[in-house]
């Protein structure tokens, strides 16, 4: 349902093209760069990459579902990507080959806990040669503990609505939020919990240092 509650989003060709004009401004990489898409989701990222020429891309997601749609999509639009599965705390990848590795779409933060967070960092750092760069896309954590909506619902087509309701967790630091998907024949057909950690940029800047890197920047 993923493609469905959130293609507003995840499908929005815009966006994507944006997001890599962010990327290679604040990056500088060049065409034979070695990237990762971390938690590539249906590739759009890695798509976009390809699709400007760059040819050292591989995309990794825990979805099998996903992986295997990115792959029919760049054999439909002739791309050449290196999709696959993979736990983004634990993916395998050469030490110390890759030039960039990317988490896109506010993918960081849903593990439970704050070390799956830092072992997601620490192996994205192995990866990475010593000049390499990782890019986070994340929301405010601070912004979004304020100003995050306890309830809404949408259409998501003719046939589907979703109810979203959210919390934060007792400590302040997670978000919680339940998502019910229902079809107006059929009924409920999904009901499900995920929790989003809510980072500040002091603490993403202290976890990235922890995890070995340098030269730290923000940018809105």
């Not at 699709?51 to 029919?72: E, K, P």
Request: with cysteine; aromatic share 10%.
């Amino acid at each position: 349902m993923y493609l469905k509650t959130d293609g507003d989003v995840v499908e929005n060709e815009r966006n994507t093209q944006m997001d890599i004009d962010r990327m290679l401004e604040t990056t500088g990489l060049g065409k034979d760069a070695e990237i990762i898409d971390l938690c590539c989701g249906q590739g759009r990222h890695s798509l976009e990459l390809a699709r400007r020429g760059f040819t050292n891309v591989t995309g990794i997601d825990r979805s099998r579902y996903l992986v295997r749609l990115a792959r029919r999509r760049a054999q439909k639009s002739n791309r050449t990507v290196a999709f696959r599965e993979g736990d983004a705390r634990k993916f395998r990848f050469t030490p110390a080959s890759v030039d960039c590795v990317s988490l896109f779409g506010n993918s960081f933060g849903y593990f439970e806990r704050t070390e799956d967070d830092l072992a997601v960092l620490r192996t994205v750092r192995r990866v990475l040669k010593p000049s390499g760069q990782i890019m986070l896309d994340l929301v405010d954590g601070e912004w979004m503990r304020q100003n995050y909506e306890p309830r809404s619902w949408e259409w998501i087509d003719q046939g589907h609505f979703v109810c979203r309701e959210r919390a934060l967790s007792s400590d302040q630091h997670r978000l919680i939020s339940r998502e019910v998907v229902t079809h107006v024949e059929k009924g409920v057909i999904a009901d499900q919990f995920y929790a989003e950690r809510l980072y500040t940029a002091d603490e993403i800047r202290a976890l990235l240092t922890k995890s070995g890197f340098v030269y730290v920047r923000r940018e809105d």
